[in-house]
């Protein structure tokens, strides 16, 4: 089991769905899936990209809970809040660097991607993994995988001055050690007399506007 690991190509992603339906039908989750799909630039494109629980050594989730209800277990997997005591504050949903942790409101509780813990703590893939046809999901040993792709796995990413280091590796260029991420590049800005403003990030209801056809 030490050896398995997880990787993530988001460039192999080709929109299928079918991760976000096997997940739904993990014992654990009880009918709701924890993966969902990210659009790398809605208005202009169909590419999609998996998102999973990245499971961070030092989880920013757990770090911010006010109740301790996130907890990771012996195998570096961060669990979803537990619901006796959970108090739904959604502070892990802001504090999350990758934007994974999600409030189920109706049953005012936090849930997320476990890495199908049930499964693989017995050796077994994640049930994303198991269904994804062009492995952008991948569960297994890393030199297997090294030798089928030219990527290469890594598991460390900068946000500004904060470095985290992750269960999950991402499949990036070879020639980088880290994936640097540069939250403000994300976010919708324009320039007032030499003055940059930020605003929020560009979403799906503002993606219309980019949607019209110029006459």
Known sequence: MSRLEF?????????????????GECDTH????MIHLEYVHRPTGVQTAPMVCMHCE??????????????KDDNGVVLSAAKPRCVGCSNCVLGCPFGVPKMQVSIDLMMKCDMCYDRTSVGKKPMCAT????????FGERETLERKRR??????????????????NM????????IPIDVAELMAHETVQGETLWEAR??????????????
């Open 171 to 178: 499949m990036t260029s070879s020639e980088k050690d880290s």
């Open 7 to 23: 990787f993530i190509d988001q460039s192999r992603c080709i929109g299928c769905q079918a991760c976000v339906q096997a997940c």
């Open 58 to 71: 030092d989880p920013t989730c757990a770090k911010v809970c006010p109740a301790d209800a996130i907890k």
């Open 131 to 138: 269904v994804c046809p062009s492995e952008a999901l991948y």
């Open 151 to 168: 990527e290469k796995p890594v598991n460390e990413f900068k946000f500004g001055q904060q470095t985290v280091r992750t269960k999950v």
């Open 30 to 33: 009880r009918g709701t899936s």
């Open 202 to 215: 560009e979403g799906a209801p503002d993606a219309a506007s980019f949607a019209v056809w110029d006459d």
